[in-house]
């Protein structure tokens, strides 16, 4: 019999993914299942996230890079200044980009909220900082889309290229999860940077800066105020 190594975090998305899916057979297509099917679950195994520092921004985004992984970097600078996760960058249109009193705006509905259960789609904007609008110009006449996004698995193998010329070396101690046992290690930083680092550093900035967790929530699509689960 084949042996699996998954960790438990990854089985637990796939059931999600079922999950959804058995929804949608029982709600959209009215296949009657049984109620096992839709009440499955799957113990969640927490994770450190990591954030970048004021520092480590500033020298992620001074690093001179080749072209290749100078596209990376903007797109993610842009998530850290806006939140968005990879989907949203991905299909953000220059529809979005909205100029309201001189002040550029970025306007959108959040992937995870466009959904067919969803009843309202919710809106959220965001105004822009000279930094993104700088990003946004950039790519304006070069692009279809507003930001040259390519594969979430490779921008995340070409963001740790660039955290380690940017110097983001510090040690983090992680938790690995194998074989139905945790451990303990340490590794350098710029290994655990992933493109939701992005999301995660806004957040984590954004409550450094004593912006109530409320307009936290609010910005990143979370309408549940007791929701501590930010990214």
């Not at 009215?30 to 969640?44: A, C, F, G, N, W």
């Not at 850290?80 to 979005?96: A, F, G, V």
């Given at each position: 019999?084949?042996?699996?190594?998954?960790?438990?975090?990854?089985?637990?998305?796939?059931?999600?993914?079922?999950?959804?899916?058995?929804?949608?057979?029982?709600?959209?297509?009215?296949?009657?299942?049984?109620?096992?099917?839709?009440?499955?679950?799957?113990?969640?195994?927490?994770?450190?996230?990591?954030?970048?520092?004021?520092?480590?921004?500033?020298?992620?985004?001074?690093?001179?890079?080749?072209?290749?992984?100078?596209?990376?970097?903007?797109?993610?600078?842009?998530?850290?200044?806006?939140?968005?996760?990879?989907?949203?960058?991905?299909?953000?249109?220059?529809?979005?980009?909205?100029?309201?009193?001189?002040?550029?705006?970025?306007?959108?509905?959040?992937?995870?909220?466009?959904?067919?259960?969803?009843?309202?789609?919710?809106?959220?904007?965001?105004?822009?900082?000279?930094?993104?609008?700088?990003?946004?110009?950039?790519?304006?006449?070069?692009?279809?889309?507003?930001?040259?996004?390519?594969?979430?698995?490779?921008?995340?193998?070409?963001?740790r290229i660039?955290?380690?010329?940017?110097?983001?070396?510090?040690?983090?101690?992680?938790?690995?999860?194998?074989?139905?046992?945790?451990?303990?290690?340490?590794?350098?930083k710029y290994?655990?940077?992933?493109?939701?680092?992005?999301?995660?550093?806004?957040?984590?900035?954004?409550?450094?800066?004593?912006?109530?967790?409320e307009v936290?929530?609010?910005?990143?699509?979370?309408?549940?105020?007791?929701?501590?689960?930010?990214?």
């Amino acid at each position: 019999m084949a042996k699996f190594d998954y960790e438990p975090n990854y089985i637990g998305n796939q059931t999600k993914n079922l999950n959804t899916f058995f929804n949608w057979c029982v709600k959209v297509k009215r296949i009657q299942l049984s109620p096992y099917h839709v009440e499955m679950t799957v113990d969640k195994i927490l994770v450190d996230k990591i954030f970048l520092t004021i520092e480590e921004i500033a020298g992620m985004r001074e690093v001179v890079l080749p072209d290749y992984l100078d596209r990376v970097r903007d797109v993610f600078l842009f998530g850290c200044y806006t939140e968005l996760r990879y989907s949203d960058l991905n299909r953000l249109s220059k529809m979005n980009i909205l100029e309201r009193k001189g002040v550029k705006v970025l306007s959108f509905v959040p992937q995870k909220t466009n959904s067919l259960y969803q009843k309202s789609h919710k809106k959220i904007e965001v105004a822009l900082i000279p930094q993104v609008v700088e990003i946004i110009e950039r790519y304006k006449e070069t692009h279809a889309k507003v930001l040259p996004v390519i594969s979430n698995q490779k921008m995340n193998e070409y963001l740790r290229i660039i955290g380690e010329k940017a110097g983001i070396n510090d040690k983090v101690e992680v938790f690995p999860y194998k074989n139905n046992q945790s451990g303990s290690e340490e590794i350098k930083k710029y290994k655990l940077i992933t493109c939701h680092s992005a999301r995660h550093t806004f957040a984590t900035q954004s409550l450094s800066r004593a912006v109530p967790i409320e307009v936290v929530q609010q910005l990143m699509g979370h309408s549940d105020k007791n929701d501590t689960e930010l990214c």
